[in-house]
């Protein structure tokens, strides 16, 4: 039996080249994924190959540090709003303090890039980018985590990035006096989705959009098995989760699909007939802990 590892970001424990390499066996083959949120560039890297850069930028509060991007081969610049603007190594979340800006200033120095993949995804911020310098970008693809809509990105994802009640209308507000355009995706990343809309990037679902460019389907040849699989599985994760999406594609394909989860929420039920089995447990499922490499 041959097995195709491929979970995204068992969050707050393992990313998603941990993750695989952790459920993988040996002889399994692994392609870590992302749907645009923590890991984006990791699973990139696994699967594309590419240079590993630096460039100085701001976090949510102001502080400059190095952040890393990934130029892949074709010289693609590909960019993680996590790693610039993400919620991970904050001592203190306030959405109504915390800026976008720093994610701006890191494409203002990519705009020479023959094209731009950006993750979208895990940011600290609901402010739609109001900060960003102009910006002319090259050709852009948004790779975004969630299909929520502009007006409704403080409402959903504000409580998590730290809003009190009180907040929301002073958050929902302030987006929608920025003028930006509503639809699909345009709330991702606080808003985010919306400004690069208006800035000419297309916005796509983040989980598809990863399977295409990682040739998943290519990458299933001869296999007659998958292993996915993320921290929660509940009601959401029938919402364009990843592991769901993964699903969904390799029974198509008439491949059996195992899940792997940390935790079970509301609704988990209907999201596991997805599968044909599922198991939970934070410590992923006890097996070799070199796995197979990314690329096999």
Do not use: N
């Not at 459920?23 to 392609?31: E, F, N, Q």
């Not at 809509?149 to 987006?175: H, M, N, S, V, Y």
């Not at 394909?253 to 089995?277: I, Q, T």
Request: glycine share 16%.
């Amino acid at each position: 039996m041959t097995r195709l590892v491929c979970p995204t970001a068992f969050k707050g424990t393992f990313s998603p080249l941990q993750a695989a390499r952790r459920l993988a066996r040996p002889g399994d083959s692994i392609l870590p994924l992302s749907d645009g949120g923590d890991g984006f560039l990791e699973c990139l890297h696994a699967g594309l190959g590419g240079s590993w850069r630096e460039a100085r930028a701001e976090d949510p509060f102001g502080r400059a540090r190095a952040v890393p991007w990934l130029e892949l081969p074709d010289g693609t610049a590909c960019v993680e709003c996590a790693k610039v603007v993400g919620l991970a190594g904050l001592e203190v979340l306030d959405p109504l303090r915390a800026s976008s800006r720093g994610l701006g200033q890191l494409l203002a120095q990519l705009e020479g890039a023959p094209s731009l993949w950006i993750g979208l995804g895990g940011s600290a911020t609901v402010d739609g980018g109001r900060d960003w310098p102009p910006l002319r970008l090259p050709p852009t693809r948004a790779f975004c985590d969630v299909r929520t809509r502009l007006e409704d990105a403080a409402r959903i994802f504000g409580p998590q990035k730290g809003a009190r009640p009180e907040d929301i209308p002073l958050l929902e507000a302030r987006l929608l006096g920025l003028g930006l355009p509503s639809g699909p995706r345009t709330g991702a990343a606080g808003g985010l989705g919306a400004r690069l809309a208006i800035l000419g990037a297309g916005l796509e679902d983040g989980a598809e959009a990863m399977l295409e460019v990682l040739h998943f389907d290519a990458r299933l040849g001869g296999c007659t098995e998958v292993l996915t699989g993320e921290g929660r599985l509940d009601a959401s994760s029938l919402e364009g989760k990843l592991p769901v999406a993964v699903a969904r594609r390799a029974r198509s394909l008439g491949v059996r699909v195992l899940g792997h989860f940390g935790s079970r929420g509301e609704g988990w039920e209907d999201a596991a007939s997805e599968f044909d089995h599922v198991s939970f447990g934070l410590e992923p499922l006890p097996t070799d802990r070199g796995g197979g490499a990314a690329g096999e």
